[in-house]
């Protein structure tokens, strides 16, 4: 079992270094195939597929020391991840992890998503990337959703899109700016013509916004269109939505 390469492509190990200055910092760890068949078996939907297989094993000194090693470099909290995904199933609210032991203590909750991952891994023979992502307190409201398609930014939506948010309205005039100026330099920087990007927004100390991206999903309806629909291929109209207001196309130029 593994991924198709449209999937594979979005997984932050894969990402050229133009697009990971424009995102969330991290640092990233190398997972052996022993240290994914370690993880693997904290998981029971791993085990079912494995059964008969090894017995249960100890992640790798090597793992260990480097993951000790990269918390001393974090300059503050980190939020572990693998490529296709995160422990956030088997975690209602994710906490910022501090030390190795939390790390640990998040990467080995059972999770399903995650043992499809380490399942992949598995069957490949090959190991896995972990992601130490620097831990940024991400209110809902900044959350947005990008839709990329030839290269172009055919629509932005509001991440969290069961509600209406005060600050977008009060935004909304930052919001053209400076989603249409990041897409342009994330459209540069990308390595595939048609991608789902999420982004936040914080504060630029400038009356203004700024955006970090946090991660890529494949142009695909199996990725949430948001406020958006994949309906015939998608009304994705280069419109910024956002609940309650209005749906202004920004004029975006082709990024290719």
């Not at 190990?13 to 910092?25: C, N, Q, R, V, Y």
């Not at 100890?58 to 793992?63: A, K």
């Not at 906490?95 to 490949?124: C, E, H």
């Amino acid at each position: 079992m593994s991924f198709p390469i449209e999937i594979e492509r979005t997984f932050r190990e894969h990402w050229p270094s133009g697009i990971a200055a424009l995102a969330i910092p991290a640092r990233t760890l190398s997972l052996s195939l022993h240290d994914v068949a370690a993880l693997g078996w904290f998981t029971p939907e791993f085990r079912a597929v494995l059964a008969g297989g090894p017995n249960r094993l100890d992640l790798s000194r090597t793992f260990l020391d480097d993951l000790d090693a990269a918390i001393a470099q974090a300059p503050g909290a980190v939020y572990p991840r693998l490529g296709y995904c995160s422990w956030k199933a088997s975690s209602p609210c994710a906490l910022p992890a501090r030390t190795a032991r939390q790390v640990l203590g998040t990467i080995t909750r059972p999770d399903a998503r995650v043992a499809r991952a380490l399942l992949a891994a598995v069957s490949a023979r090959s190991g896995l990337a972990l992601h130490l992502v620097d831990w940024h307190d991400i209110a809902p409201w900044s959350e947005f959703r990008l839709f990329i398609r030839d290269r172009r930014l055919i629509g932005a939506s509001q991440y969290y899109c069961d509600r209406a948010f005060p600050e977008l309205f009060f935004a909304e005039s930052a919001l053209h700016a400076v989603i249409p100026a990041f897409a342009e330099a994330l459209g540069r920087a990308l390595h595939m013509t048609d991608v789902v990007a999420d982004i936040h927004l914080a504060p630029d100390g400038r009356n203004g916004l700024k955006a970090e991206l946090i991660e890529l999903n494949p142009f695909s309806p199996l990725t949430s269109p948001c406020l958006f629909t994949w309906h015939r291929g998608g009304d994705f109209d280069g419109s910024i939505r956002i609940v309650g207001g209005g749906q202004k196309t920004s004029g975006l130029a082709n990024l290719s």
